[in-house]
């Protein structure tokens, strides 16, 4: 309990940048966030050409990206597709995962194939699976940030 405690206090810092258009679905997920213990403040993009433009311009360093794959303008894929290719931008090492409902497996190769992605989960239908996935993402990635931090101050 004392290491999950650390895991959300060391992630507090930081931001949560959301990819999603839909904002019954923001408001589902910040709600989820929110119920869970995460006090990060939470910012949402309806597209990646928003998203990239944060990014580049962000003088803190998210804590994760969460993106939807489909989108208006630019979608997930496309974003982190330039991400990818933006040298400056990948080389920030922003955890990012695909939160979506496609359960296409032709869409999840072609994700996978054109893209590093950490995680790809898909969205369920109800809440209750929505803030257990949520929270599976952000208590790893809490986890890691914890380990890298102690990485780091071994150095």
Same mark, same amino acid.
């Given at each position: 309990m004392k290491d999950h405690l650390l895991n959300k206090a060391m992630a507090n810092s930081r931001p949560i940048v959301i990819l999603e258009d839909d904002e019954d679905d923001q408001e589902l997920i910040e709600e989820a966030i $929110?119920? +869970?213990?995460?006090?990060?403040? +939470? +910012? =949402? =993009?309806?597209?990646?050409?928003?998203? &990239?433009? @944060?990014?580049?311009?962000?003088?803190?360093?998210p804590f994760i990206i969460i993106s939807d794959?489909?989108?208006? $303008?630019?979608?997930?894929?496309?974003?982190? /597709?330039? #991400?990818?290719?933006?040298?400056?931008? $990948?080389?920030?090492? +922003?955890?990012? &995962?695909?939160?979506t409902t496609s359960t296409d497996i032709t869409v999840f190769k072609r994700v996978n194939s054109q893209t590093t992605i950490l995680g790809y989960? &898909?969205?369920?239908?109800? @809440?209750?699976d929505l803030k @257990?996935? /949520?929270?599976? #993402?952000?208590?790893y990635w809490g986890a890691?940030?914890? =380990?890298?931090?102690?990485?780091?101050?071994? $150095?």
């Open positions: $929110r119920e +869970i213990g995460f006090k990060n403040k +939470i +910012i =949402f =993009f309806k597209d990646g050409e928003e998203g &990239v433009e @944060y990014l580049r311009m962000a003088k803190e360093l794959l489909k989108m208006p $303008r630019m979608d997930g894929l496309e974003f982190k /597709i330039c #991400i990818d290719q933006d040298q400056s931008l $990948r080389q920030k090492m +922003i955890p990012f &995962v695909f939160l989960f &898909v969205k369920p239908n109800n @809440y209750h @257990y996935t /949520i929270k599976t #993402i952000l208590d890691q940030e914890s =380990f890298s931090m102690h990485f780091e101050n071994q $150095r």
